[in-house]
């Protein structure tokens, strides 16, 4: 069991490991910044990355405060939902109601990868090697559907 101060540091040095898996990915060498992320360019819509000791995610989250507007902007997504999953074999999971830690309500499209502990560095690769992946097909899905979106 870690401290909360060893388990801070755990978590530094993981994302500061996946900063540096990313700058040898040819695909991210030529860009400004790696990955879209915050900057959407879409009001309430995010991409983010999670790694716990349940595994890793890659997510598209829409966090618009309005309910209605929420629900709204989340059907927008799913009616592309094929061309959204054209990349991604296993599908994405589309949760119109997940309730994050701290209790607020978001809408989010992401996929995961069970199986893997952010605990266990000697698995930080297979962490590094999905997200950098995922996110890259999430971004490009993302991309395909934005403008029809908007």
Known sequence: MYSKEELKQLKKEFWEGFGTYCSHIPALKRRKSKFMLYNTKMKGVEMKFDATREGAFVILEINLHNPKDRLEKYEQFEQYKTIMEKQ?????????????????????????????????????????EFMATEMLKLEKAFKTVKEAIE
């Open 88 to 128: 991604f074999p296993d599908g994405l999971i589309w949760d119109f109601a997940y309730v994050r830690e701290a209790g607020n309500e978001v809408c989010r499209i992401y996929t995961t990868k069970t199986g893997i502990d952010i605990h266990r560095r000697i698995q930080w690769m297979e962490f590094y």
